[in-house]
């Protein structure tokens, strides 16, 4: 018997840390493909806590599903997410915690512009109604390339660890101005 409450366990947990796997390649998947209700849905209803650094901290899931809608919902906006290596913990049969390398392009058509990010999520998730959701992220950027095209070849604006607001505001993108100030 003890056995199989062991085995049991095991394998709950198993499918928890595929499940957890599953929602943040569809968080990745719903950004990628400009679907602010289906970001939306990965997070936890009610509070929560959600810190995009420039973008933005969000309580609430409706408040970042606004804020993507409007900065990168737009058809000059073209994005790739890819998460990589998710060290996920479960810490008790409704929370767990977790933390995944993010590599991020972005394709500004209107500016003309590329961005590359290497960043990191800091995840916590709760189960609610038997489906994992996030409850909590912090997204850390360690890696930033901005470049230029507007004259037919790349021009980078910057390379480091965070680019200067004037280079690289997600509110307010501009090429234009980030050359004001070099």
């Known amino acids: 018997m003890t056995i199989m409450l062991e085995l049991g366990a095991r394998l709950r947990i198993l499918e928890d840390l595929e499940a957890i796997r599953k929602l943040k390649a569809r968080y990745f998947f719903c ?7 289906g970001v939306r ?4 209803p ?9 973008i933005g901290v969000f309580h609430d899931r409706d408040q970042l599903a606004e804020v993507f809608e409007r900065l990168g919902c ?3 906006i073209v994005e790739m ?3 990589e290596n998710p060290q996920i913990t479960i810490v008790d049969d409704t929370n767990a915690r977790g933390t995944w390398g993010l590599y991020y392009h972005l394709i500004n058509t209107r500016e003309r512009s590329i961005t590359q990010l290497g960043a990191y ?3 916590e998730y709760r189960k609610l ?3 994992w959701k996030i409850s909590k ?4 950027v360690t890696s930033t390339l901005v470049m230029d095209l507007a004259d037919g070849m790349a021009k980078i604006l910057f390379a480091g660890r965070a680019a200067p607001v004037a280079v690289d505001d997600p509110i307010a993108p501009s090429v234009e101005s980030a050359e004001k100030i070099h």
Do not use: M, S
Not at 41 to 44: L, N, P, R, S
Not at 137 to 140: D, K, N, P
């Open 137 to 140: 992220t912090r997204c850390v």
């Open 81 to 83: 997410h890819h998460g």
């Open 46 to 54: 009610g509070k929560v806590l959600i810190d995009y650094g420039r």
């Open 41 to 44: 849905d990965c997070f936890a």
């Open 129 to 131: 109604d038997n489906e």
């Open 31 to 37: 950004c990628d493909q400009k679907d602010p209700q």
């Open 74 to 76: 737009q058809e000059h």
């Open 121 to 123: 999520y800091e995840d």
